[in-house]
């Protein structure tokens, strides 16, 4: 089955960053040769800088706190503060124990919207269980103001259902929409099927109340108390995941064996997999394409080959105007920040930044510059900056 490559590759600028090693890759790349030529225009590319900051062990989010420092995860389970001022790392006491392993560990951090007066986060981790792993989602109070800063009243609001063998696909990055709702990724767990099983919450992106019960104006109410927490269905391995400008929900997700997809996150859909992919299985197998099932909905736009999303943001600050309201994600294999205008009809890549190392997360900070961390052990945090 022939697969046809959207993307196409502009010119990659690199400025600054040294590199360090490389981790496990989550989506080799598909050994296919690109066919779409170059579309880019040097005018709207945007110029900045790359400064190295701190080095950590196997980061996986990254987080800004009201008072500028960073929080970070890293994988094998420790939750680090970082000044960037004084470039001081603490430690956070009286955190959950992981399973880490495959690409299992502790995940993804977000913010409660009422931090500065409840100071709640939300953490996303894998464990091991009944049936084997699953994900799960803890809500804790970051206690900052003793000298050791730790971790209070934590209690696990949700959970993936069910566990299952492996340790893959995992995806849990959660996201605060603008209705307060705490959103979740959840990967099919490389299991195929979940994604289109409602009694299952795998394959899904899901849509919480803070407590980790589901939103009671959820698509699927009459459905089970599983298919109640679900937004929409039918996605492999989403790891990015952001609201745009104008509040709509994407999610960048992890192909097989091509096809990588980014997809505007609408309510109730299904995005067909393992139905339908512009990828095929990597046993060689082939998977129909979407435009042969209409009833599934179709990506924004895909790779082949992969960019093994890890991460998205939107850029919504001042300092990249040629990045203003467009997609940035991360890249594994690709090794890379791509930039994606959401907003051109069809969606566009508009720019490839080449660097050294696979990148694993990004966010806006507060002063509208970006914070980066790459993957794997001794990987940097970075920051990007006008030029």
């Known amino acids: 089955m022939s697969k046809i490559n959207v993307s ?3 010119t990659a600028i690199l400025i600054g960053i040294l590199g360090s090693t490389a981790c496990q890759s989550e989506s080799p790349p598909a050994k296919q040769e690109q066919s779409a030529a170059s579309h880019s225009n040097l005018n709207t590319e945007q110029t900045f800088k790359i400064h190295k900051i701190a080095q950590f062990n196997e980061p996986w989010a990254i987080q800004q706190l009201p008072d500028g420092r960073l929080i970070l995860t890293e994988r094998k389970g420790q939750l680090v503060i970082f000044d960037p001022k004084t470039q001081q790392k603490t430690q956070v006491g009286q955190l959950p124990k992981v399973a880490y392993g495959g690409q299992g560990g502790l995940g993804d951090i977000v913010l409660d919207p009422a931090f500065a007066s409840n100071q709640h986060i939300y953490l996303s981790y894998a464990e091991a269980g009944q049936g ?3 994900a799960v989602i803890e ?4 206690n900052v103001q003793d000298a050791k800063p730790r971790l209070q009243q934590r209690k696990i609001i949700w959970k993936q259902t069910p566990k299952v063998d492996g340790q893959g696909h995992y995806s849990h990055r959660m996201q605060f929409g603008p209705d307060g709702k705490l959103w979740v990724s959840s990967g ?3 299991k195929f099927d979940p994604a289109q099983d409602m009694q299952s919450n795998l394959g899904k992106v899901l ?4 407590d980790g019960s589901p939103a009671a104006d959820n698509p699927f ?3 089970g108390q599983v298919a109640q927490q679900v937004w929409s269905l039918g996605h492999r391995n989403p790891l990015g995941m952001a609201f745009d400008a104008k509040q709509q929900l994407w999610v960048a997700e992890m192909g097989p064996k091509g096809g990588d997809e980014l997809n505007l996150v609408l309510r109730g859909k299904n995005y067909g997999y393992p139905h339908v992919s512009n990828g095929d299985h990597y046993d060689g197998k082939p998977i129909p394409d979407h435009h042969t099932r209409p009833e599934f909905e179709a990506p924004a736009i895909s790779w082949t080959p992969v960019i093994s999303p ?6 919504q600050g001042q300092k990249f105007p040629a990045w203003k309201n ?3 994600i991360g890249g594994l294999s690709s090794q890379a920040i791509v930039v994606v205008d959401t907003e051109a009809k069809p969606a566009i890549e508009i720019q490839r930044i080449a660097m050294p190392q696979r990148i694993r997360g990004l966010i806006q900070a507060q002063d509208g510059s970006i914070w980066g961390i790459e993957d794997g052990e001794k990987a940097w945090l970075f920051q990007i900056q006008p030029k």
């Open 326 to 328: 467009k997609a940035l």
């Open 8 to 10: 196409l590759r502009t």
């Open 188 to 190: 099919e767990r490389q």
């Open 207 to 210: 849509r919480l109340n803070t």
């Open 310 to 315: 890890s991460s998205l943001m939107f850029y």
């Open 132 to 134: 084997g792993y699953g």
């Open 139 to 142: 809500q804790a109070k970051l």
């Open 221 to 223: 109410q009459s459905q």
